[in-house]
């Protein structure tokens, strides 16, 4: 079986990756019987199928840990993954390689896995700004990280279209496997914790929103 891991994050939250082996077929299997996916796997990009399904099939398997109830996964009109039962939360990220999702029972989750290319140094420009350059120095894997973070916050907030580069701020601490993370638009303005790892030629980032209500609005990150 390529489930790599279900970890309990805190009393609410879990984290699992999910290993991609299999082909469509054994996958659409694994689903449970109350799922229909066929509708919505006909508009992802057939090289992303595979991984679109196994990252379904880790959804469902994370879930009947916190429920025995046959909840259908939804997306909402900001096209953010959820459940009808508004007491779940949900995240999912996935590469060719690695499926992972982040569910929770209570706070609002946000994650995303990328693949270490030199794409994102090719790219740094459009997400990164010179501050931020002085962290990542260059370097394949920080940028990586940083453009995973990114990520992870776009998902985490999800209500509408935000400039990477403009609206979204990626600071290191000094609390291991740990960056600081802003959301700036308009009328909001957010600090949040990006937990990060590395793991099979991967950057993994993730976040759990303890705190709903804006803070520290005031604070440069």
Not at 15 to 21: I, K, Q, Y
Not at 65 to 77: G, K, S, Y
Request: a neutral charge.
């Amino acid at each position: 079986m390529p489930l790599l891991y279900i970890k309990q994050l805190d009393e609410h939250t879990k984290l699992g990756l999910w290993e991609l082996t299999e082909p469509m077929e054994e996958l659409r299997e694994a689903l449970p019987g109350y799922v229909t996916v066929e509708d919505r796997l006909e508009k992802v990009h057939p090289k992303r199928q595979r991984e679109w399904l196994a990252s379904r099939v880790l959804v469902y398997n994370m879930l009947q840990e916190f429920t025995t109830r046959p909840i259908q996964l939804l997306r909402n009109q900001y096209g953010k993954p959820y459940f009808p039962d508004s007491r779940f939360h949900v995240s999912i990220s996935h590469s060719p390689q690695l499926a992972a999702v982040i569910l929770s029972d209570k706070y609002e989750v946000g994650i995303d896995i990328e693949l270490v290319s030199p794409k994102a140094l090719r790219v740094q420009d459009k997400f990164l700004t010179e501050g931020e350059k002085t962290h990542t120095l260059a370097n394949e894997q920080n940028t990586c990280l940083f453009w995973s973070a990114k990520e992870t916050l776009y998902k985490l907030y999800s209500r509408k279209q935000l400039i990477f580069k403009e609206n979204l701020e990626i600071a290191p601490t000094e609390e291991p496997n740990v960056l600081q993370g802003r959301v700036n638009t308009e009328n909001f303005s957010k600090l949040y914790r990006i937990h990060f790892n590395a793991l099979h030629s991967h950057v993994l980032t993730y976040c759990i929103d303890k705190q709903p209500d804006p803070t520290n609005q005031t604070q440069n990150i």
